[in-house]
């Protein structure tokens, strides 16, 4: 079905109906329950499962391909959403031309970065992208946004006013980004008994595009293109060797990525219209490489798996605080209960992003596969048993200790 | 002219925090062949010996002092420091005060021992895997430290002051014959730089002159013809990284008073030292040095009023500029040897 294997059929029919359900099923514990808590069925959440996933679908096309890590992706996704609210202020509201523009943009940007980065590749070339992603963070934050020339409005970051011209702009139509009339932030709210489910216009909009996205990485993937960065990846020197000159390819990957970032980054701006330059700053451009790592960087589901699995994280973990710990271990002693909570405490709340760093590095370390090699490991394992034939068992990397 | 030296005296001590750090970097990757993107993160613990220490030495206990009363009319508490007690008010006080200098004597082994874990427990199982590995499990290995100082020590920077006497300016101006109030320049600055250039002094020194220096710098040329001589080259490799752990860490102790650390420090040195390194040349240990001061001179020139009037937030941008410029121009950087790292 539209040139796709079976497989790869079956792999988009259930990131369809997963991206198109997640609604209900991100919402599987009753609204009054103590369990409510941990569900990610709300549109802001669900927004940005779907964006960041479609940003780290990108970064995979460039770094699970041809193998060049890049440090400075989040500068697209920042100037995606900066040409988004540009649109927002001189058109209309309308999300259509502001996510064109913000591919575009993006595009014409990573040609610009990725025709000078690609000249050199290994660490060279993850610095050169770090530096110009650092560059830009500097000049979206106080360069381009000084009196005579605002193109970024600082640190308060670029937003709507009422006097900005939007010349398209109707009476009729919603003061907030829409689809031609139909306001991203309206939702259908259904309640069934315990639960009730929103379906939100916008998580819709951004759910079709992550399954466009995510069909053109299949086929990126599966095309001779996709053969193409896989030999760059495999060995570069060699295919230099056979008369192939591999820059114009690598170079499409990162621009490719790079458009995907910037789609990415109009959606952000499109949920929310605003356009801030903290974006831009190289700590996002780790996150991205995090969840890419983490899902699995050379395979079509991992990067999804990864965002959704940081952004759920980090909206759960960070909502714990020491009375949800007491709560939980309330059946211990009071002793063990406190020492329990003691110990875990550092890990959550604000602690975060020490979870995410240790949880990384065991990823970096066991699990160079990630997720998804984690799984096929477990799904081996288990099969193998099944089959009694013994031997060879593959060790559970998941019991492992850090090494330090 | 006046003007012009005082920019180059002010790029001096900023110039001195990225000459060290590189050095380290490229102490490491031309050793160990690792790149560390946890470097910034011992740089940043290197700062927190300092401010761990100023706590230490100022644990005091509270005494009720009944001739005197606070304002509420009270019997005053006084708080007196352990050191005050033990050593005397005269001493105790200074020690106090020196907290910082004193705490280069803390942090030297303490940061070799941090060197050394990180060597050991983790980075010794990297050096078969890809360049991309090494990044990232330095890059989460950074999350992990600069996350576990911000969990004891909060987010917000913690002054940490020089002692009292070096607090002040020296005017150079008049000793170099210009008029009085023109060149000024802070103590502590002036001991920074004097400080960075013993340090480098000393390492290029221990590397030239030593016997271990010398197997060290051919370890560096052939690893594997070292080995063969039967050398065991991977233990003196582990001790440079607790050296270059330790110059970083001590970078970082002797910044304390010129910038109050926070727990992301590292993270922002971290980057231009990058930058810094692959200016001056991958593996490179003089361009380091070299293109550490260059650029910290650099961007105090940038930041100069003429020069940001001319084009708005050059100085933010002026280092990432020049390291473009240089990569593509002279990819090897300014001192980088042939055929290290020029794929």
Avoid at chain 1, 247 to 257: D, E, G, H, K, N
Avoid at chain 1, 286 to 294: A, D, F, H, Q, S
Avoid at chain 2, 19 to 41: C, D, E, K, P
């Amino acid at each position: 079905m539209l040139g796709l294997s079976s497989k790869d059929t079956a792999l988009l029919i259930i990131v369809a109906l997963l991206a198109l359900l997640a609604p209900v099923l991100l919402n599987p514990f009753p609204e009054a329950s103590a369990m409510a808590q941990f569900n990610a069925g709300y549109p802001d959440l669900m927004q940005r499962f779907v964006i960041y996933g479609i940003f780290a679908i990108g970064f995979n096309i460039l770094f699970g391909l041809t193998g060049y890590l890049s440090f400075g992706h989040a500068a697209f996704l920042g100037v995606g959403s900066y040409a988004a609210v540009w649109m927002f202020k001189l058109l209309s509201y309308n999300v259509v031309p502001a996510i064109l523009l913000s591919v575009v943009v993006a595009g014409l940007f990573s040609v610009l970065i990725g025709y000078i980065s690609l000249r050199r590749s290994g660490i060279y070339f993850s610095i050169l992208t770090l530096a110009f992603a650092q560059m830009s963070f500097a000049l979206a934050y106080s360069v381009l946004s000084n009196p005579k020339f605002n193109l970024t409005n600082g640190e308060t970051g670029l937003q709507v006013y009422t006097d900005d011209p939007q010349i398209f702009h109707r009476a009729g139509l919603p003061d907030l980004p829409h689809f031609f009339g139909l306001s991203m932030r309206s939702t259908y709210t259904v309640d069934m008994g315990g639960w009730s489910f929103d379906f939100n216009a916008g998580y819709y909009l951004c759910a079709i595009i992550l399954l466009v996205a995510f069909y053109m990485s299949i086929r990126i993937f599966n095309s001779p293109f996709g053969i193409m960065l896989r030999a760059i990846k495999s060995n570069q020197q060699r295919l230099n060797y056979t008369g192939l000159n591999s820059r114009p390819y690598t170079l499409a990957a990162f621009v490719i990525s790079g458009m995907y970032a910037g789609l990415a980054g109009g959606l952000l701006a499109a949920m929310d219209p605003l356009a801030g330059a903290e974006r831009m700053q190289w700590t996002a451009s780790g996150e991205v490489v995090l969840m890419t790592i983490l899902g699995g960087a050379g395979t079509l589901i991992g990067p999804i798996l990864g965002a959704g699995f940081i952004k759920y994280f980090e909206n759960i973990f960070s909502k714990i605080n020491d009375n949800v710990l007491h709560q939980w271990f309330s059946f211990m002693p009071d002793g063990a209960e406190d020492f329990l909570v003691a110990i875990v405490h550092p890990f959550v709340g604000k602690g975060w992003h020490l979870t995410l760093g240790i949880l990384f590095m065991l990823v970096v370390i066991f699990l160079p596969g990630g997720l998804v090699e984690g799984g096929q490991r477990i799904g081996r394992f288990v099969f193998r048993r099944n089959n009694r034939k013994g031997g060879g068992l593959e060790p559970d990397a998941k019991a492992k200790q850090p090494a330090e | 002219m006046d003007a012009f030296i005082l920019q180059i005296l002010n790029g001096l001590d900023k110039g001195s925090a990225y000459a060290l750090i590189a050095l380290g970097l490229t102490l490491i990757f031309g050793t160990l062949g690792v790149v560390n993107f946890a470097h910034g993160a011992l740089f940043m613990i290197g700062a927190f010996c300092a401010v761990f220490l100023q706590r230490i030495l100022s644990l005091s206990f509270l005494t009720v002092d009944e001739t005197r009363t606070d304002f509420l009319g009270n019997p005053m508490k006084v708080e007196t420091p352990y050191v005050v007690d033990w050593f005397g008010p005269e001493l105790g006080n200074a020690i106090i005060d020196w907290s910082v200098p004193l705490a280069i004597l803390f942090a030297i082994p303490v940061m070799v021992f941090v060197g050394f874990v990180m060597e050991r427990g983790l980075i010794k199982h990297f050096y078969k895997r890809p360049h991309a590995d090494q990044i990232l499990v330095t890059f989460g290995l950074a999350i992990v430290l600069q996350e576990i100082i911000k969990y004891f020590y909060g987010a917000n920077p913690i002054p940490t002051p020089a002692p009292r006497a070096l607090a002040g300016a020296f005017d150079i101006g008049t000793v170099i014959g210009f008029d009085a109030n023109t060149i000024i320049y802070p103590y502590w600055r002036m001991i920074y730089f004097a400080f960075s250039l013993i340090i480098i002094g000393g390492v290029f020194g221990f590397l030239r002159y030593t016997t271990f220096g010398m197997v060290v710098r051919a370890g560096m040329a052939d690893r594997e013809t070292v080995g063969m001589l039967g050398i065991d080259i991977d233990r003196r490799f582990t001790l440079m990284f607790g050296i270059a752990a330790a110059v970083a860490g001590l970078a970082g102790v002797m910044y304390t008073p010129i910038n109050p650390p926070n727990y992301h420090m590292g993270m922002d040195f971290l980057v231009l030292s990058f930058v810094v390194v692959v200016v001056g040349g991958m593996g490179s240990l003089p361009g380091a040095v070299l293109a550490g001061f260059l650029l910290g001179i650099l961007e105090s020139f940038a930041s100069t009023s003429w020069a940001t009037s001319a084009l708005p937030g050059i100085n933010q941008i002026i280092i990432y500029l020049v390291a473009i410029i240089v990569l593509l121009t002279r990819p090897r950087g300014l001192m980088g040897r042939k055929g290290v790292m020029e794929e």
